[in-house]
Structure formats: structure tokens, C-alpha cells
């Protein structure tokens, strides 16, 4: 965990996964690095907020595979899942549901699906593609600690590469072009 600039009530905290994706981002804005995974950035904006540093939002940008093809550019996300939880077997086994979707907004837009598996085996993505667009391996996590913590969030994803063989080489490959579209996005729509 990195923070980059300092957190305050009147502006965003922009949360990335890694320096790579954050490249071209300046620094008009505090950054959190969390590394990868849901435990990472869980763990650290956990900890910031547990700070008592509160932003006006969280904005979390990053990479993310198409689960279908047809996807690509820059996406805010209006709904996100948690997809290897096996929500069904515990909401039976505790009475109580862990890892349902939340919703982040009511327009049009892509379902992000979240896990700690970096995808790149086809059966995968066609078992995900049948309940999301897209898929990362921090967008949940993140959500759902802003929301226990009573802060906005927004995802905003770039499609790095078609979840699937050869994904980790093409997000090699493409990192560095996401992350100027990314720049691009939070310059027009951050606040």
C-alpha cells in the first residue's frame, strides 16, 4: 500500500491497483496504491479510511478483461460482483448472503465481476460472460468498503484485453496505452 498526496473532504481519492495503471494520472490528486486482489485493496483503503481521512468520493481506476467480445475503451461500472464467492452455498449454510451484487448506479452500463483468479482461461470467461462484462480482481473489494464506510465510489475500467489465453501478455502489453485513457477520463470527469 502507497498513498501518494494527501486526503481531504473536497476532493476524490483516485485508488489504483498498481503504479503502472496510475502512469499517467499527475498528481492534481491523492492516489492509493493497493496492489492486486481483493485482500489488498481491501486492506488498504481500509486502513486509510480507518485513518479518519474521508474524501468526497473514492474513484477507483483500472484495467479490466472483456468477458464478450465487443467491449473495449472506458467504462464506468453500474454493477458489481464478487465471482468466486459461492454465495447460494452459504446464504444456505448461514441463513446470511455474503458477496451479493452491489449495485453503483442506475443507468446503463457493464457488470464488473471481481476475483482473485487473473483470468485467462477461456471456460472461465465463458462462465463469467454469463453474468458480467467485465472482469478485475479489485473493483469489489473496493466497493464494498467504501459503502461500509459511507463514502461514494465510482469503477471506472479500461479494457486491457479479451479475458482469456494470452490475457496477461496483452495486459503487458496494453498497460501503458490504458493508463493514458484512463489519465484522459479522470481529467474530464473528476472533480
Known sequence: ???????????PLIVVAVQEEAAYLGERLPVLFTGIGKVNAAAALATVLARGERPSEIVNLGT????????EGTHEVVEVLQ??????????????TYGAAITLSDRKGPTLATGDLFVSD??????L???????DMEGYALA????????????????????????????????DACARELADWAREQVR
Open 1 to 11: 500500500m502507497r498513498l501518494l498526496g494527501t486526503i481531504s473532504p473536497d476532493r
Open 64 to 71: 479490466a478483461g472483456a468477458l464478450r467480445p465487443g467491449w
Open 83 to 96: 465471482h468466486d464467492i459461492d454465495t447460494p452455498v452459504l446464504r444456505e449454510l448461514t441463513g446470511r
Open 122 to 127: 477461456p471456460a472461465a470467461r465463458d462462465r
Open 129 to 135: 460472460a454469463l453474468s458480467a462484462d467485465l472482469v
Open 144 to 175: 464494498t468498503v467504501a459503502r461500509q464506510a459511507g463514502v461514494p465510489v465510482r469503477l471506472v475500467k479500461h479494457v486491457s484485453d479479451e479475458a482469456g489465453t494470452g490475457a496477461a501478455r496483452t495486459w503487458r502489453e496494453s498497460v
